[in-house]
């Protein structure tokens, strides 16, 4: 039996993995994972396909979900997610694991676990994409309209009907609508309605989505989850940006900037109702109390988790209402509405 230290000083994440690597964390926490840049089953959620890896990425260890890609995580948050843990209780569910005597006033009962020899880990490399275009069709008319997204909407963030993609030289066909997503940063390719390999990208974790097409000013501006949403908030004329996952923390550098050119910033995350942890309100509500922004939930009683479902679930006219006059945390609503392209909202979706 171990007995740990008084306090919890020590514990943090440098001094966890100067006893533990994110390797050996990785390995002992998600069975699957065999070796670094091999793909396998998600541990997460029902994986038909390898759709996950977990590679050296900017010198750090990250866990990858291609075909579901909110699940994104470090060793850290990969436990905070697989155990409905908050980053501090993730920091001890590790320690007390690997008996690592951090936690203040903690008795461990048990042996730690035998640590597996780390390979030389070697930095991923992002994937090379490729794709061939096709002409808009009346099936992307109505994929589309469901969320009142029109053709010019799409234009704007430049996304793109595709009949095929390359990854590394590798092709794949597209048996059902398909689009590819253009960032700074890299592409990412988008199958709507397949279950398996519904996203490839190589865009990293710091691209932001719909950023290059914020107006320089403006009053409010959402902080969505997807490009998905912030096309949908930029047809009924709001400014909106998306992180790559919900499960990442923007960083201080990003709010700050967008505090500079808008008068709000509010968080418009998923309202995942169905889900006892309901991860999006959870990481919503740690941004919130990070950066003092405020809170927009969809009111579960629309049966919708997000804002494109909801104009799709509910229509037009019930999503504005709930972008104007729902109760959102901690701050006022601000009268100022904002135009992402200086049109207001689509009248036609297609």
Not at 116 to 124: K, S
Not at 245 to 259: G, H, V, Y
Not at 303 to 325: A, F, H, M, W
């Amino acid at each position: 039996m171990i007995h740990s230290r008084n306090s919890e000083d020590s514990l943090t994440k440098d001094v966890v993995l100067s006893k533990v690597s994110e390797y050996q964390i990785f390995k002992y926490y998600c069975v699957p994972f065999q070796e670094p840049n091999k793909k396998f089953k998600s541990d997460l959620r029902k994986d038909n396909n390898p759709t996950v890896s977990i590679a050296l990425i900017n010198n750090r260890l990250r866990y990858t979900d291609f075909g579901f890609p909110e699940h994104s995580f470090d060793c850290f948050s990969y436990v905070g997610y697989k155990y409905n843990l908050n980053f501090r209780e993730a920091l001890r569910h590790i320690d007390q694991t690997f008996c690592l005597g951090l936690s203040g006033n903690i008795k461990v009962a048990h042996s730690a676990p035998k640590l597996v020899e780390q390979p030389v880990l070697v930095q991923h490399v992002p994937a090379h994409i490729n794709v061939r275009f096709r002409n808009w069709d009346y099936k992307d008319a109505n994929y589309w309209k469901q969320f009142n997204i029109s053709k010019r909407i799409l234009r704007i963030f430049d996304v793109k009907p595709i009949t095929h993609y390359w990854i590394n030289e590798q092709r794949f066909s597209c048996n059902s609508i398909s689009y590819r997503y253009r960032f700074d940063c890299g592409y990412k390719i988008y199958r709507p309605l397949e279950e398996d390999f519904k996203w490839s990208s190589n865009v990293g974790s710091s691209c932001i989505q719909g950023y290059s097409q914020l107006p320089a000013t403006g009053g409010e501006i959402f902080l969505t989850s997807s490009l998905k949403d912030v096309m949908c908030l930029a047809s009924f004329g709001y400014a909106s940006f998306a992180l790559q996952s919900e499960m990442l923390m923007p960083s201080e550098a990003t709010i700050k900037e967008i505090q500079t050119r808008f008068k709000e910033v509010i968080v418009l995350y998923d309202n995942d109702f169905e889900k006892e942890s309901n991860p999006g309100q959870i990481m919503a509500q740690k941004i919130c109390k990070r950066y003092g922004l405020s809170n927009l939930k969809i009111p579960s009683h629309y049966q919708s988790k997000d804002i494109s479902d909801l104009v799709k679930n509910r229509g037009v006219e019930i999503t504005e209402d709930v972008i104007k006059n729902v109760e959102r945390t901690s701050q006022e609503r601000p009268k100022d509405k904002v135009e992402a392209d200086g049109s207001g909202r689509d009248q036609v979706p297609f």
